[in-house]
């Protein structure tokens, strides 16, 4: 996975936009929530934090802000907190729908952490646990409303562990198939890339902290 992936994620999403669908809705709007400020487009309530980060307030406490973890990501996913995060002002978080993380085999920024704000021993990426992806919109996802999209399937660096497509009797046309991106939260590492993939304006799977369960199935 490297950046040029990116990339082609952002361009088939624009070409979707622009010349096939009319835009869902605005992005979410960011802003304050409680101490966490989350930007424009950001569609969660917490900080996506880098790999290996141990649990929030205990984070928060050992974290000294060096920034070597951002300095040491080769996509620059790791950006430092402005002082719009309150508490949390100056330390590393991850905006998937900009810049994902893209699961270095080394984990090179948890290695980098001189606090252990993030756990340095962490050794494979399939343990990476910043969050788990969720479709939050399954009126608008494309591939459960029948169309061939597929592309968070196809983008996810653990396709066939973390996203599994389900095919399933389309019950409102009677005689096609539909093809259901579904999630798998005990293998999902919450690196964001199926977020940033996301064809749609406002994309339709995101990672969350503590998901809902899923309803497995949608009928329209
Ligand atoms: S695993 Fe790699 S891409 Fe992901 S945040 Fe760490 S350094 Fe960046
Ligand atoms: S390397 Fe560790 S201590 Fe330094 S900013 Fe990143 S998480 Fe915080």
């Known amino acids: ?8 994620g952002v361009t088939r999403r624009r070409f979707v936009r622009d010349g096939i669908l009319v835009p869902l809705s605005l992005a979410v709007a960011g802003g304050a929530v409680s101490t966490i ?6 569609a969660r309530n917490f900080y996506l934090r880098p790999p290996g980060a141990i649990e929030e307030k205990r984070f928060l406490a050992a974290c000294i802000k060096c920034g070597k973890c951002a300095q040491l990501c080769p996509y620059n ?12 002002t100056g330390t590393p978080h991850i905006v998937a729908r900009e810049i994902p993380c893209y699961l270095c085999p080394d984990i090179p920024c ?16 399939e343990k990476i646990r910043m969050g788990t992806a969720v479709i939050v919109d399954r ?12 592309v968070c399937y196809r983008q996810c660096p653990l396709i066939d562990r973390a996203i599994t497509i389900e095919p399933r009797h389309n019950t409102r046309t009677g005689v096609h198939t539909i093809m259901e991106p579904v999630v798998h939260r ?23 902290k503590s998901p809902p369960v899923q309803k497995d199935y949608y009928d329209f």
């Open 110 to 125: 948890a290695k980098a952490c001189p606090s252990g704000a993030l756990d340095s021993s962490l050794q494979e990426v």
């Open 77 to 88: 996913s790791i950006r430092m907190a402005g002082p719009e995060a309150g508490v949390g």
């Open 37 to 42: 400020f989350l930007r424009k487009g950001d």
């Open 186 to 208: 005990d293998k999902c590492t919450g690196c964001g890339i199926c977020e940033n993939a996301c064809v749609l304006e406002k994309p339709v799977i995101v990672v969350q």
């Open 139 to 150: 009126e608008n996802c494309l591939s459960i409303r029948g169309l061939r999209c597929e």
């Open 1 to 8: 996975m490297d950046a040029e992936n990116s990339k082609s």
